[in-house]
């Protein structure tokens, strides 16, 4: 059983005592602290968003670093830093990390913290499977990253690892084990987080939190989490056949016995392509909150917003085949797709047309955040464009495999993605942590990332026309590939200092924070509820859950239309927002059984691939762990129904029958 | 704002939920939706190899019908006992409902031993899971419904046990259910497979 928000608030305050002196198996039921064991056990989801945005932040730098291992080695003709093999490992690897441990854990993080606060919930519906998903996420993403040390180097295959490059005949070392485990492992967590999600987006919104007045950003995260769990059984069923193919010689992916490649190439694609959403939607719901509220407008077309992130969500389902306009796919598949990929160009397009016409006639005030949400608009729009040439099926016959679709991809990616993710950070920042980032040095960061980011991406569209392929480790002298090349490396260069100028920016801000003004409840005049509550946030999230009563509910609760239909402030911040102060709010405990189940996981993985006793042995601590979880009572919400009063001994008796769900 | 002060406000529908459907039951809906593409993947792939035999033993070839749907029916039974141990626990009638989970965990467990029998018969007329593209697909994809069908099994003897120690009353027979949505989920799953796999010929 979970926590609702509608949970009774029956724990007095400093009450805590009895949820710690239920020894059960090895852990003493820990205490939500400070410290950092308490990390290690929390299970308040904004702690676990966080955790997210921190890991993901340093797989960005993982991610980064081999990515300018790689322009290094392009910056001029014959390069010579890496070898050819290990060139394989590193853009393999370098488009591993920022897909699975960068991009998507940093969006999770985002939904982690916002959607329970978006929708006037005070935590996701499942809060130990939500800290079970960050942990499995995490021994996943290092076990995945050992193979450089363990499995003789990391996957060589390319992110998409298509067979038959992937069998054991054309990439020996354990790199591919690793990455078929890997995913896997990441698939779970995953998979538990968006279940997890969309019950909490459809069972927990506050009352009068109607689907159509749920804010876009919680409405993307919501379609991103469908997409998650629909998309993602296809590639562990790609990746199971691939895991048997290699360790247990099953004939899934070996032509000679009469095997067909195209399957991976299918079932890698039918998740490849909503993978694509799930990186961009994230992005699109920040951007949908940024530039409503620093244009002083409601996001223009709400209805159309929501429907197209929908309408987006299931054509993603139908365009993959673009992917493999050159792998034989007969014409009547390549008119097919071709015509879906022009289709769902269309809800892209609204929704760009909808934040144009939002910051239209708007008094706009362009702060960092908002200068990450333009550009973000506006280089996705770029990335867009180009794929809609992709659709052009000669066209793309003629781009495949270079460095036109890397540039493609970077844009939307890239450009989409990752700018927009920043703006959320500089929009967020001060909720989170309860001060600002430096505006200055975010305006550094911003230009320089920009500047970089097309001087590196940009040229890569000449290049890519001109016929240079992508993975290939070195190019001769002499096709007219060298400026360009050395562009991008420059400009590579350039993201890189501004990723320093960011880590500076979070620390400085930290350092200068005591001597700032605090942010309070509502530092941009926002729209949506997480600006009506104390910047931190604090555990128990509301004081009393909100009554929604239309769209953008905060909004209208300081503004209101004069009978000239002028918009006047009808209550200061300080009136309307929450104050944090309320006490004994009934919340989740802590629980370590979360990180004990996702030690086992790996421990199976690297038992599948080295010992199959490691592999029992991970399994066995996996199993015992989930029954000593189910095990674990819950601070049980069944308890709680007969106790209206606070009357602890009472209650301490009904926990002590042992209400175990 | 005292603690009070939100009981009052929040007491009295202290389960109620957006949808009316709890937590759990909507999460495992929604799991199971999952599911539905990771046996998609499945059967599609075994659909495609069905008839890549590599010039050897063809799973189609040694189909026992007769046995395999003999084994079905016992499967899809396995449903019906779970629908009357749902029914009996939810009347509180927890000794009713102890005898149906065991009976469904048994069914269910004459399943996967009839599934152990025909996996073994099969590898002894030459079809073994390495021998071909159809015969790894047929047994991953098979193999992995049994897989669920024994985790299935191991849900419903936690329950026995749950109800054994008097902890599975009728005020929890909402984990009854939701362990049976899980089960149905299989068991028609089952007669997807068995429908497409065994019946439907392979040329």
Known sequence: MAITEHTPLEIGPGDTARYAQRPLGVFTRPQEGRGWRDWLSTVDHKRIGILYGASAMFFFLVGGVEALLIRLQLAAPEGSVLSADVYNQVYTMHGVTMVFLFIMPLAAAFANYFIPLQIGARDVAFPRLNALSFWIWLSGAIFLNTSWIVGGGGADCGWFCYSTNSGVAFSPSHGVDFYAIGLQILGIASLVSSVNLIVTCLNMRAPGMTLMRMPVMTWMLLITQFLLLFALPVITVALFLLMFDRLFDAQFFNPDAGADPLLWQHLFWIFGHPEVY????????????????????????????????????????????HHMFVSGIGPISVAAFSLSTMFIAVPTGVKVLNWLATMWGGKLKFTVAMKFAVATVAMFTIGGLSGVTHSVAPADTQQTDTYYIVAHFHYVIFGGGVLGLFAGMYFWWPKIWGHFL????????????????????????????????RRIDTYARGYGFEFWNMAATVGSLLIAVAVLIFIWNVVKSKRDAPHLPPPGPDPWDGRTLEWSIPSPVPTHNFDTVPQVHSRDDWWHTKYAEDDDGRVVRVATVEEAAQTGEATGVHLPSPS?????????????????????????????????????????????????????????????????????? | MSAEAVVADHGHDEHATTTGLSHTKLAMWVFLGSECLLFGGLISTYLLYKTRGNNRTLPTDVFDIPFTSVSSFVLLMSSLTMVLALSAVSRGE????????????????????GQVYEFTSF??????????????????????????????????????????????????????????????????????????IYLIPAD
């Open chain 1, 592 to 661: 370590f059984w979360p990180l004990a189940v996702a030690v086992g996981l790996p421990l199976i993985g690297y038992g599948l691939i080295f010992n199959l006793w490691l592999a029992l042995i991970g399994a066995l601590l996996t199993i015992a762990s989930l029954y000593s979880w189910a095990l674990e009572p819950v601070d049980d919400p069944d308890a709680a129904h007969d106790h209206h009063e606070e009357d602890h001994q009472e209650a301490q008796e009904a926990d002590n029958d042992g209400d175990e769900q």
């Open chain 2, 123 to 196: 590898v002894r007329e030459g079809v073994a899971f390495t021998t071909n593209p159809a015969s790894s697909a047929f047994f991953t994809l098979t193999g992995f419904h049994g897989v669920h069908v024994s985790l299935g099994i191991v849900m419903l003897m936690s329950l026995f046990v749950a109800s054994v120690k008097g902890k599975l009353t009728q005020r929890n027979s909402e984990t009854v259910e939701i362990v049976g949505l899980y089960w149905h989920f299989v068991d028609i799953v089952w007669i997807f497979i068995f429908t497409v």
């Open chain 2, 94 to 113: 927890e000794e009713a409902g102890r005898t149906w989970l065991l009976a469904t965990a048994l069914l269910g467990g004459v399943f996967i031993g």
């Open chain 1, 278 to 321: 799930i990186i961009i939607l994230p992005a699109f719901g920040v951007v949908s909150e940024v530039i409503p509220t620093f244009s002083r407008k409601p996001l223009f077309g709400y209805e159309f917003m929501v429907f197209s992130g929908i309408a987006i969500g299931f054509m993603g389902w139908g365009v993959w085949a």
């Open chain 1, 438 to 469: 430096n505006e200055r040095l975010g305006n550094w960061h911003f230009w320089v990332m920009l500047v970089g980011f097309n001087l590196t991406f940009g040229p890569m569209h000449i290049l890519g026309l001109q016929g240079m392929s």
